[in-house]
């Protein structure tokens, strides 16, 4: 019998995580954007080659049958709902039309302004979906050298999905050192423009892979990110954290910039929960009980 693709979250029962249970889905396995700290590949075999899981949709519907209506489902974390054979497969689509005309509760998260297709969907039963759109740099250079196949054009889908009606997120997630950590005013700021509600931030965790592509892809600061994570960061669940008094600045400084353009504010994976929003989750998932007291 074929695998559940329907999930209990949390694959990595990480001890920082704080949000609340959820099932996972991903359509996809690996993939295509590339993105330099991506740690997909430290599990997923060919993780930057995405191909869509066999006999996904009547899979979904099977398990579907196993959960409660009403069920949280966050697409996807393993790899981008979006990712580029979405394009023509158009399957997270049929995806999100399954799990919402089922009842339940949906959080997106992409890098893809290809989410703007399926607006038609989202909007219908928006009380129940919840959009973030990963956003670490405004610099379109920086982009393509860190998210090489990641599309542009994110600060836009995000105002179209919050005109839309939409709850919406910005995660600023990762913030690198010495990369795009001079530009967490300039990001919120942009997602505050946007009509985003939510930032979401977190700092670069190093496991083999990544950390071996970033200092590929960016030599000259590799001295610096040895220094900070494998002599100064501690290890975490199987990750390297940068040191405690470089990310409790940086996250301060994400905190205060969402403070100051009246955003909700969440860490994800990291321990300064002080800086959180008060009910506020990094996932997203507390937009579902706004509504639930406040529409319908
Ligand atoms: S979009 Fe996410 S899953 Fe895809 S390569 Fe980038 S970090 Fe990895």
């Known amino acids: 019998m074929a695998t559940s693709v329907v999930r209990l979250f949390d694959p990595w029962r990480n001890p920082l995580c704080t949000c609340p249970p959820k099932y996972g889905l991903n359509p996809y ?16 075999r060919d993780g930057f080659n995405p191909r ?12 579907l049958e196993k959960i409660p209506r009403g ?50 969907i989202l909007t219908k039963h928006r009380d129940r979906v919840v959009v973030q759109v990963t956003i670490t740099t405004l610099d379109r250079e920086l982009a393509s050298a860190l998210e090489p196949h990641a599309p542009g054009g994110r600060v836009e889908a995000v105002r179209r999905l919050a005109g839309a009606g939409l709850a919406v997120g910005v995660r600023l997630d990762p913030i690198v050192p010495h990369l795009n950590d001079g530009e967490i005013d300039a990001v919120v700021r942009a997602a505050a423009e946007a009509g985003a509600r939510h930032v979401v931030a977190s700092v670069y ?35 390297w954290y940068a040191p405690v008094d470089y990310r409790r600045r940086v996250l301060t400084t994400a905190a205060e910039a969402a403070r100051s353009w009246r955003l909700q504010f969440s860490i994800c994976r990291e321990e300064f929960t002080e800086l959180n929003t008060p009910g506020a989750f990094c996932d997203g998932s507390h937009f579902f009980n706004f509504y639930k007291s406040t529409v319908g």
Request: net charge positive.
């Open 29 to 44: 396995t690996g993939c295509g954007h590339h993105c330099k700290y991506c740690y997909i590949t430290s599990y997923v």
């Open 52 to 63: 869509l899981k066999e006999n996904l949709l009547s899979r979904v519907k099977r398990d």
């Open 71 to 120: 069920s949280t489902v966050a697409l996807s974390n393993s790899s981008d709902p979006y990712t580029p054979p979405e394009g023509r497969l158009g399957v997270t689509r049929e995806v999100l039309r399954l799990l919402l005309e089922r009842g339940h509760r949906v959080l997106v998260v992409t890098k893809s302004p290809l989410v703007l297709r399926d607006l038609d």
């Open 205 to 239: 965790k190093a496991k083999w892979d990544n950390f071996a592509r970033l200092t590929a892809a960016f030599p000259e600061l590799a001295p610096l990110w040895r220094d900070m994570y494998l002599k100064r960061g501690r290890r975490v669940h199987g990750q």
